[in-house]
């Protein structure tokens, strides 16, 4: 084990297989820290001190012949996966009406969601951008109406304890402990609502 800088932040590494490497550029193109560039018309994986390879996947998802891995970061081998073609892309008014139509719902059909639907949205949500690479996002998923209600249960002692904010002396804490605005949130919102549950 080797002794780290307080503020060391390990790099991911990418290499390219120069067997199988088209020297295309890709892969240099999309970098967002210039980690892979092209020298001497070849993409070359540069060493960095400051802002070295986020292991985002990137350049491996792009490269057509699949010469490029990453390792660092916690990155796996099957945490990238080939872009979908051109043809098989939502464009802008695709993706608009999906983001249009995008609603929360409150009123659940009294049928279960099958566990291979569930893995499939899993899987669709896993591919979504995130903030930095690696991102330590975990998902809990709750199946079956009896685990909801088992859950509910576990979570009512909780609530019970956000009434303390609708007593007199709750009102004095929170004078205390919130600003003007949160306390309006807390009084219009959160009480009202933790009381209907």
């Known amino acids: 084990m080797t002794k780290r800088e307080p503020n060391h932040v390990e790099w991911g590494k990418p290499s390219i297989d120069e067997a199988k490497c088209t020297a295309c550029g890709l892969c240099a193109g999309i970098c967002p820290t210039e980690t892979i560039q092209m020298m001497d018309g070849k993409p070359t994986p ?3 001190d400051k802002l070295g390879c986020l292991a985002c996947g990137h350049c491996v ?6 010469a490029i891995s990453v390792t ?4 796996k081998a099957d945490d990238v996966f080939p872009l979908p073609h051109h043809s ?3 464009g802008s008014e695709a993706l608009a009406a999906l983001l249009q139509s995008r609603r929360s719902m409150r009123r659940y059909a009294d049928r279960p969601v099958d566990k291979e639907t569930v893995q499939k949205l899993l899987g669709m949500a896993a591919t979504a951008p995130m903030g930095f690479p ?3 996002v975990g998902v809990v998923v709750v199946h079956g109406k009896q685990r909801v209600q088992e859950l509910a249960n576990d979570l009512m002692p909780a609530l019970e304890k956000w009434r303390f904010f609708g007593t007199p002396v709750g009102s004095l804490v929170m004078r205390l402990i919130m600003d003007q605005p949160t306390r309006g949130l807390m009084r219009t919102y959160v009480l009202p609502v933790t009381e209907e549950i």
Do not use: D, L, T
């Open 72 to 75: 660092g970061r916690g990155m």
């Open 46 to 48: 540069m060493n960095r």
């Open 134 to 136: 690696p991102s330590p």
């Open 88 to 90: 098989e892309r939502a």
């Open 61 to 66: 998802a792009i490269c057509p012949v699949q």
